[in-house]
């Protein structure tokens, strides 16, 4: 059965494309007639039937396992987009500098016009109608939104050829190069477009004259060792994108406050007339050496323009909003960074916006008569908006987020750090911004981390988001002490002779909720919920299930990691898996090959099974000896492995002197330990302060 709004997305693309006939693009962003709709077989590079769901050979990692031999495509971007913000549409033109870095000869690109994704006719809308979602399928003009070709992108003035493979879906677009482009080779391609974000917000939106523009251009498709990796926005799945400059010119509204990606080398953005009282903006416009000169721009009476300008990014975002307030500060390092094979600064700015104006923008997002619900709910908007950001709240929340993130990774590499207040829920995370929906210390902890753990560390979302998601998730996890090596820690520094009793209250709290998410995986596993984390994000059987394995299950795996190799070797190994990869695109081999280096032995059986597999950890203790001896007793414990992931599994006798912890082999399925004790031993737990996930933990009877 097709859905009302995938009907509607179709009749409406059929019409778009009877209509094309000219050289102007439709709507939908489709080709002119005269040229083919779609790509002869109509699968998208990489995800054809023999695909594998989940990444079983390196997609970037060179075959060395190290940094050696390895390459990536690059691209920069030149762009002027000018923001008629009543009617939300952005005019935009600008040029790609693709270079060709691979040892392979290249006919063709691969782009994206994500914001395709927010309308009718969509893979996103379609997806939402087969999971039970009303969002986008239904959407009426202006309320959609779209990106759309206002002439063929072209090279050297010569028009390329242009497809959408997908159609109905617009987001992934073919581009045929007129000529070969070999290795080591430079293209340029330029584009002219329109873009309008959607009015119901998701990851990017607009009310009233605000607007959060994300993925708003036409960003090429990553080439990689495997190919071309290009895929359908969808709900489940997230970006991959490819390094280089960008280099963008806004011309806005004169009162218009702008919040980007990159530092303002021109103009300005505004945040000096809207800054709250003592604080004063440090714009950093001199970061970056040898910037080019900007673009010559006509302005008309009431605008100004602003150029941000970004390197080593691979990705640009920007918000802008006449109610912003601006808050800010700057994070001083108070050591020195070490050597990096990439610039870090000594001091990054911090620049906070959020809503000076939050009792009439939220006014917006309410309806009914005024209740007393209208007003709890006016109330909750305006705090999210405005009171849990000022005062310098927001702001120190993201210098705390700094100094946290570089001991766990390293250097910030940029010089600048943006963290605004979306038109959206929840977060998401850009090359030195973030936009949130919220101010809270976990939030922005979560989102800052992902401005290294993606942003840096280039992974492909959309094939492996446990890569960011999870390991976020983890460190996030871990600031607040909420994480099983840390309560485990605790709990043993205690030492009571019945682990099962904590005596502090908020630490048993913390040990009950690690205790009670374990149980939550596990039965999701035991009853065939769960899936594989490694699983390519579209493939999953609904969004639900993929936020639970990249987000939860995810995070669980690098909390049993951080169990394996060891509190000193995992902190490490975050940090060597930064500095080595920072960058570049990293996936599965080139992040288990760091935590092998710093740990010092293989770590496949480990990844294999928490990537490629589900499963639960499962062991059984027996004391199968138990008598005196020469020296005073002897212990017998087996140690058997019942599920199906491994893992060291520790157990601890309890005498009068305390308690002994050991751990198995988690390469043998079963394990004796044979332990001479002068002091009869009292008690004998398998994991007894609660440092895994194991199935049934607890007292093992002496007989």
């Not at 040892?103 to 016009?113: G, I, K, N």
């Amino acid at each position: 059965m097709v859905s009302r709004g995938l009907r509607v997305g179709v009749a409406l693309l059929a019409l778009l494309v009877s209509s094309c006939s000219r050289s102007t693009q439709s709507a939908a962003g489709t080709a002119p007639a005269s040229e083919p709709a779609l790509i002869p077989s109509g699968v998208l590079p990489n995800q054809g039937p023999d695909a594998p769901a989940i990444q079983l050979a390196p997609a970037s990692t060179p075959s060395s396992g190290d940094t050696a031999d390895y390459w990536q495509q690059r691209a920069d971007y030149s762009i002027i987009a000018s923001l008629n913000d009543t009617t939300g549409v952005l005019s935009a033109n600008g040029t790609l500098t693709y270079t060709n870095n691979s040892p392979d000869t290249l006919r063709e690109l691969w782009v994206h016009q994500h914001l395709n994704a927010f309308r009718p006719g969509s893979r996103w809308s379609a997806t939402d109608a087969r999971e039970g979602r009303n969002r986008y399928q239904d959407m009426q003009e202006p309320d959609y939104a779209y990106e759309r070709f206002t002439r063929p992108p072209a090279v050297n003035g010569r028009a390329l050829r242009v497809s959408y493979p997908i159609a109905p879906d617009s987001t992934v677009v073919h581009l045929a190069l007129p000529a070969p482009l070999a290795p080591g080779a430079t293209v340029n391609v330029d584009f002219a477009w329109m873009a309008r974000t959607s009015t119901l917000a998701r990851r990017q939106g607009r009310r009233a004259r605000s607007v959060d523009f994300a993925q708003w251009y036409p960003r090429v498709a990553v080439y990689d060792r495997q190919g071309w990796k290009p895929n359908a926005l969808v709900p489940a799945g997230e970006f991959y994108g490819e390094y280089g400059t960008f280099d963008v010119t806004m011309i806005v509204a004169d009162d218009q406050v702008i919040g980007a990606t990159g530092v303002p080398v021109n103009g300005d953005p505004g945040w000096a007339r809207v800054a709250a009282p003592g604080y004063t903006p440090v714009l950093r416009a001199n970061a970056y050496d040898n910037v080019p000169e900007g673009p010559m721009v006509k302005l008309s009476a009431g605008q100004r323009s602003v150029r941000f300008y970004a390197r080593d990014v691979h990705h640009f975002a920007w918000s802008a909003s006449p109610g912003f307030r601006y808050e800010g500060g700057q994070y001083v390092r108070s050591v020195a960074p070490g050597a990096y094979r990439f610039p870090v600064w000594d001091t990054v700015s911090v620049h906070v916006l959020y809503r000076g104006d939050a009792e009439s923008d939220c006014e917006l997002t309410l309806t009914g008569t005024n209740n007393a619900a209208r007003q709890r709910a006016l109330q909750s908007c305006i705090a999210t908006s405005r009171t849990q950001w000022e005062d310098g709240k927001a702001l120190q929340m993201g210098l705390t987020a700094q100094r946290w993130l570089e001991d766990v990774f390293g250097a910030y590499p940029y010089p600048q750090v943006t963290i605004l207040k979306r038109i959206d829920g929840g977060g998401t995370e850009f090359p030195m911004m973030m936009q949130n929906g919220s101010a809270n210390q976990g939030l922005i902890t979560h989102e800052g981390g992902h401005i290294y753990a993606h942003g840096a560390l280039g992974n492909n979302e959309w094939q492996s988001g446990w890569m960011d998601e999870g390991l976020t998730s983890y460190q996030t996890a871990l600031q607040s002490g909420n994480t099983r090596p840390v309560v485990s820690a605790a709990r043993f520094e205690l030492s009571p002779s019945d682990p099962s009793t904590i005596a502090d209250a908020s630490l048993a709290a913390r040990a009950l909720a690690l205790r009670n998410a374990a149980e939550a995986r596990n039965a999701a596993v035991l009853s065939g919920r769960a899936e594989p984390i490694g699983t390519r994000a579209d493939l999953f059987r609904d969004f639900s299930t993929y936020n639970n394995m990249v987000y939860g299950r995810a995070s669980a795996m690098f909390e049993a990691l951080h169990g394996v190799i060891g509190d000193r070797a995992f902190r490490a190994f975050l940090r060597d898996y930064y500095a080595r990869w920072a960058f570049r695109h990293v996936d599965r081999w080139a992040l288990q090959l760091s935590a092998q280096r710093v740990y010092g032995r293989p770590l496949d059986w480990f990844f294999d099974q928490w990537i490629n597999r589900t499963g639960v950890v499962d062991y059984e203790a027996r004391v199968t000896q138990f008598r005196e001896s020469a020296i005073g007793w002897l212990i017998e414990i087996t140690l058997i492995r019942r599920g199906d992931y491994r893992h060291p599994m520790p157990v601890g006798i309890y005498d009068g002197s305390g308690w002994h912890l050991t751990r198995g082999d988690p390469a043998k399925d079963t394990v004796v330990f044979t332990i001479d004790s002068s002091t009869r031993p009292l008690s004998v737990w398998l994991d007894p302060f609660g440092a895994t996930d194991v199935v049934s933990p607890g007292r093992i009877p002496i007989p």
